[in-house]
């Protein structure tokens, strides 16, 4: 399986790569992106010679002949990215959010199928053991059928680390922010749009694709700063309410060390409840018939649930289809949610979910 990875916007495309490169059948043909510097560590980590590096993605895509291309700009451009690409005739992993609208998110699932190649989404929190055995469960009918979905998302802020969570100082995350795409609206910065896909898409996920009704949201604004930092948005289903909390600013990162409130999910059911939180070794359980929580050991993840490449290429082999928050059918649902929180918070006041 030839992969290139085009557009280096988003730190997760070297994340992303060293799962290519770490899988047994894939190789990496090529790197492409305007800015040489950005892919420096890439070539670097992943011993890409440099008649495969490109600027030009169009040579790059007729020289390198990938099966499958990476793809990680700004959310805004998600839609533009697909559209360039798609011509090509190749496979598409977009890195979420899935888009900065519904309407570009249509516009990338109408530019693959138009070429008959498939598209995903990835979104790391579906790589989490515990998030993985609370969907298990819920599947098993453990906790009855679902009825709330809670989700705190976030960490310290996009620029504190780069791939393979490496750390950046406070000196240069501050010299970065007035030119980081992360916070310019017309780029589709904001903490709702980096990090209420997760809540929504997951959220749908463990609600097994039941669509919403309503959405009311509020963000926060802060002098100086553009975009939003902390989104609060409660979700009306035909069940109950959901609340998803998206926050750039938690007091720790939560892979490093778990912030107060924890980051992850607490889903309640008609039998019962699970809380799932963001890395963690175990995950809370009740049930009617044993309602003192007692901790569950997470599923230890195999072959070919412990990432999205591993995951992609294995349903392109085997025609298995694409399943879960990656399928286009659950993201879509999930940017149908961040869409309508988005007018909520612009317009405040509540809004029908949008179509």
Same mark, same amino acid.
């Given at each position: 399986?030839?992969?290139?990875?085009?557009?280096?916007d988003?730190?997760?495309?070297g994340?992303?790569l060293?799962y290519?490169? #770490?899988? %047994?059948? $894939?190789e990496?043909? !090529?790197?492409c /992106?305007?800015h040489?510097?950005?892919? +420096?560590?890439a070539?670097?980590?992943?011993h890409?010679q440099s008649d495969?590096?490109?600027?030009d993605y169009?040579?790059c895509?007729e020289?390198?002949?990938?099966?499958?291309v990476?793809?990680?700009?700004?959310t805004?451009?998600?839609?533009?990215w697909?559209e360039k690409v798609?011509?090509f005739?190749v496979?598409?992993?977009? #890195?979420k %959010?899935? $888009?900065a609208?519904l !309407?570009?998110s /249509?516009?990338m699932?109408?530019?693959? +199928?138009?070429?008959g190649k498939?598209?995903?989404?990835n979104?790391p929190?579906?790589?989490v053991?515990a998030h993985?055995?609370?969907k298990r469960l819920?599947?098993?009918?453990v906790?009855?059928n679902?009825?709330?979905?809670r989700h705190y998302g976030g960490?310290r802020?996009?620029?504190?680390?780069l791939?393979?969570?490496?750390?950046v100082s406070?000196?240069?995350v501050?010299?970065?922010k007035?030119?980081s795409w992360?916070?310019?609206?017309t780029h589709g910065?904001?903490s709702l749009?980096?990090?209420m896909?997760?809540?929504?898409?997951l959220?749908t996920w463990f609600h097994?694709?039941?669509?919403?009704?309503?959405?009311?949201?509020v963000?926060n604004?802060?002098p100086g700063?553009e975009?939003d930092?902390?989104?609060?948005?409660?979700?009306r289903?035909?069940?109950?309410l959901?609340?998803i909390e998206t926050r750039w600013?938690?007091?720790?990162?939560p892979w490093?060390?778990?912030?107060q409130p924890k980051c992850?999910?607490e889903?309640?059911?008609t039998?019962g409840?699970?809380?799932?939180?963001?890395?963690?070794d175990t995950i809370?359980?009740?049930?009617?018939?044993c309602?003192t929580?007692?901790e569950?050991?997470?599923?230890s993840?195999a072959?070919?649930?412990?990432n999205?490449?591993?995951y992609f290429?294995?349903?392109?082999?085997?025609?298995e289809?694409?399943?879960?928050p990656?399928?286009?059918e659950?993201s879509?649902?999930g940017?149908?949610?961040?869409d309508t929180?988005?007018?909520?918070?612009?317009?405040k006041?509540?809004?029908?979910?949008?179509?």
């Open positions: 399986m030839k992969i290139a990875g085009i557009n280096f988003h730190f997760h495309m994340d992303l060293r290519a490169y #770490e899988h %047994p059948t $894939a990496i043909v !090529a790197i /992106d305007e040489p510097e950005r892919m +420096r560590s070539a670097e980590s992943f890409i495969r590096i490109y600027q169009r040579q895509l020289e390198s002949k990938p099966d499958l990476i793809l990680c700009p700004a805004a451009k998600h839609a533009e697909v798609a011509p005739r496979h598409m992993l977009v #890195e %959010p899935f $888009a609208s !309407a570009e /249509d516009r699932i109408r530019a693959a +199928r138009e070429f498939q598209l995903v989404v979104w929190l579906v790589w053991p993985r055995t609370a819920i599947d098993a009918g906790i009855g679902v009825s709330e979905v960490n802020g996009p620029l504190y680390h791939a393979d969570k490496v750390e406070e000196a240069e501050l010299a970065q007035p030119h992360f916070y310019k609206k910065g904001g749009l980096d990090y896909g997760y809540g929504s898409t959220g097994n694709g039941k669509i919403p009704i309503e959405v009311t949201t963000v604004e802060t700063v975009v930092e902390h989104s609060i948005s409660v979700v289903y035909d069940v109950g959901s609340k600013g938690t007091f720790t990162d490093v060390t778990q912030t992850g999910f889903i309640i059911g039998d409840t699970i809380s799932s939180y963001d890395y963690a809370g359980v009740q049930t009617r018939k309602p929580i007692h569950v050991p997470v599923d993840l072959a070919p649930t412990q999205p490449v591993q290429i294995h349903c392109l082999e085997s025609g289809p694409i399943t879960g990656l399928s286009l659950i879509r649902i940017q149908q949610i961040v929180a988005v007018i909520s918070a612009r317009e006041r509540t809004v029908p979910l949008v179509k």
